[in-house]
């Protein structure tokens, strides 16, 4: 049971990774193109987020006791970095908004109170998208590829998907998406390898955690929205010195085996 397990991991990863990113991108789409009808304001919730959780749950559908067993991580996962992880998400925005600041001469800070919306509101608002899309991403993909790579180099492989992903940040100038493909990769790196063992719930809500602080840190302290290259590109810079240290201490691992559960 167990060898025929390990074959079909082997022979059907490419598959089962490219449905994954072929129902991504296209759900992401067909949700952004419908939020105007909703209502729902973007700054709120991007409703593209949930596209990587509906391939999660067509994935579930094909292949039901893999996806199972890549959501469930590690049966006895106890290896977990999480105060590590959360304290990388702050210390690169620091960077990257000190650097800006220097940069341009002035601050960019956003009273939280000066939103259209409730601070509380969206910080929710941002950590449920954040674990729409790390679901798929770190839960779903990451594990996947860690079947037959690297934690460094699955890492890096989601990071590039998870970049281009943002299909919208492509359209900038060359040097805002290289900026902005800096910082998906680098911080799929930290997030990769500090989760490497960790169990499923585990891994969902540091994940997600760290993708809302993140997210947060841009809106208060960065004005990247603009089109700017500058900040986008200084962000990139700081999420990649921050994720040197993860890359040194995972570019040992080797592949692991999860187990399909029925």
């Known amino acids: 049971m167990q060898m025929r397990q390990q074959t079909r991991q082997q022979t059907q990863w490419k598959a089962q990774a490219g449905v994954f990113l072929a129902i991504a991108f296209v759900a992401a789409g067909v949700l952004g193109a419908v939020q105007p009808a909703t209502g729902i304001p973007p700054e709120v919730i991007q409703l593209t987020q949930f596209g990587p959780a509906l391939a999660v749950a067509v994935a579930a559908m094909l292949w039901p006791a893999l996806t199972r067993g890549l959501l469930d991580g590690y049966p006895t ?3 977990v970095r999480g105060r590590a992880l959360i304290a990388t998400a702050p210390l690169a925005i620091l960077l990257a908004a000190g650097s800006y600041a220097l940069f341009t001469g002035a601050a960019h ?4 109170r000066s939103l259209h919306h409730s601070f509380f509101l969206v910080v929710c608002a941002q950590l ?19 079947t037959r ?6 890492s890096v492989a989601v990071g590039v ?3 281009l992903w943002h299909v919208q940040v ?12 800096l910082a998906t990769t680098a911080m799929s790196v930290v997030l990769g390898v500090a989760l490497d063992e960790a169990r499923g719930h585990q891994r969902l809500l540091l994940a997600g955690a760290f993708h809302c602080l993140i997210n947060l840190g841009m809106l208060l302290a960065m004005d990247e929205e603009t089109g700017r290259a500058a900040p986008m590109v200084l962000f990139g810079l700081a999420c990649a010195a921050t994720a040197l240290p993860w890359t040194l201490s995972g570019r040992r691992g080797a592949p692991v085996k999860i187990a399909e559960r029925a």
Not at 149 to 154: E, H, L, R
Not at 170 to 181: E, I, Q
Request: hydrophobic share 45%.
């Open 128 to 146: 449920v998208g954040a674990c729409g899309e790390e679901i798929g991403w770190r839960c779903f993909l990451q594990p996947l590829l860690r």
């Open 161 to 163: 998907a998870w970049g």
């Open 77 to 79: 996962g106890t290896a």
């Open 170 to 181: 492509l359209a900038g100038s060359p040097a805002y998406a290289a900026g902005f493909l």
């Open 109 to 112: 800070v956003t009273d939280p």
């Open 149 to 154: 790579f690297g934690p460094v180099t699955a």
